[in-house]
């Protein structure tokens, strides 16, 4: 069968294809440590649990409105008055599969054929793809320390700007804008009419600065905002796939058309689960951020101490980004060949920087023990004296 374009165009993400590996050579019975995908190593909460049992034995296994049942998207409302300062109503939040498809489907829902959407760079993974998919062009921003410079916002901006995407905290560096940055970034987006569309799903792993969403700025930005968030890493929710986006209701609409024809609602037990999740106890957040802030302290002073890597402290999310290209030579000649030689070798798995558009770079999670976090250092320091010799 002949592939479409459009799928030959899409590349694999480098994140899954390495984690995936890692998994197949536990399964040989290889004793791999991973700092790969961005997925807590904690359980979700017991009241949780508790809700989609319930859900279960009381029926509530069918279809759903495609946007998601409307005390959940009630409980997204209060939570984003309670907390961002954002005033939504429930026709104006939708449902879906992860915070990832409510990112695919803003982008298909408000990127045309040839828009030009700016993406930071580095960037998650996913988002050069989806863009991709959509028939846009990627125009990737370089950064200062991580972080958008505000005269290189203005100048990559032309008549065929439609986007700009912003994550903060942001993966894979944990950098967080501060709220006066974001009041920048607003004047220029509201200057040019400039969507902003703002991941903030690792909002509440955060050590020490507050988190602000842009669309909270003034209510000019909130209209030419998405914000997208999720439950899946502030309670330990991956694998149950809710996500959600508020913005203008006519987008909201739109957006949920385009979700009608591919997954329908999401989950409806995972719906149960996550209005547990948003409306019931919320102690385990601050003890979950204090044990990842005692492993980002722990990783980033060892990685420190190995000759020819750098690494900076993180503000928010789980994830070191390490400056390794001291490394490269004639058989390591970038972030891949490195993260690759550290998985057959050393049996440690990272994900190579050029998946975020930085190969100088690797992206160690530390949503994982500290034990195993201990073990892969060492492992790491070891691979290093053995490229350096």
Request: hydrophobic residues 40%; charged residues 25%; contains cysteine.
């Amino acid at each position: 069968m002949k592939i479409s374009k459009r799928a030959q165009n899409i590349h694999p993400s480098l994140t899954l294809t390495i984690t995936a590996k890692a998994k197949e050579m536990k399964k040989q019975g290889l004793d791999v440590v991973s700092f790969g995908a961005g997925e807590p190593d904690f359980d979700t909460m017991i009241n949780i649990k508790e809700a989609a049992k319930r859900a279960i034995d009381e029926g509530f296994t069918k279809y759903t409105a495609t946007s998601g049942i409307t005390p959940l998207k009630e409980a997204i409302c209060m939570k984003l008055r309670r907390e961002n300062w954002l005033d939504y109503e429930p026709k104006e939040v939708m449902v879906s599969t992860g915070a990832k498809q409510s990112l695919f489907n803003m982008v298909m829902t408000l990127v045309d054929e040839g828009d030009e959407v700016i993406i930071p760079v580095p960037y998650w993974v996913s988002y050069v793809e989806m863009v991709k998919f959509a028939g846009g062009k990627c125009v990737l921003l370089k950064t200062s320390n991580f972080k958008i410079n505000m005269q290189a916002l203005e100048k990559a901006i032309t008549p065929k700007t439609k986007m700009l995407i912003l994550n903060s905290p942001a993966n894979p560096t944990g950098v967080i804008y501060e709220e006066r940055e974001l009041k920048q970034i607003a004047q220029i987006c509201v200057k040019h009419n400039v969507i902003v569309l703002s991941d903030e799903i690792y909002e509440k792993i955060s050590y020490g600065k507050k988190h602000h969403s842009i669309a909270s700025i003034n209510d000019k930005i909130k209209n030419l905002t998405i914000v997208i968030n999720g439950v899946s890493k502030t309670y330990a929710m991956t694998g149950w796939r809710i996500g959600y986006a508020a913005g203008p209701e006519e987008v909201i609409k739109a957006a949920t058309r385009i979700q009608d024809h591919s997954t329908s609602n999401p989950s409806s037990i995972a719906q149960k689960a996550a209005l547990a999740a948003l409306t019931g106890p919320q102690d385990h957040i601050p003890k979950m951020v204090w044990e990842y802030k005692r492993r980002r302290d722990f990783m980033v002073e060892r990685l420190n101490r190995i000759k020819g890597i750098y690494a900076s402290r993180p503000d928010g999310a789980f994830y070191i980004f390490a400056n390794i290209s001291d490394y490269y030579d004639d058989q390591i000649k970038g972030s891949l060949d490195f993260c690759t030689h550290l998985l057959e070798e050393a049996y440690v798995a990272a994900i190579p920087g050029i998946a975020f558009g930085d190969d100088r770079f690797i992206r160690l999670s530390y949503a994982t023990g500290m034990e195993h976090i201990k073990r892969g250092l060492d492992r790491l320091e070891k691979f290093c004296e053995k490229i350096r010799k």
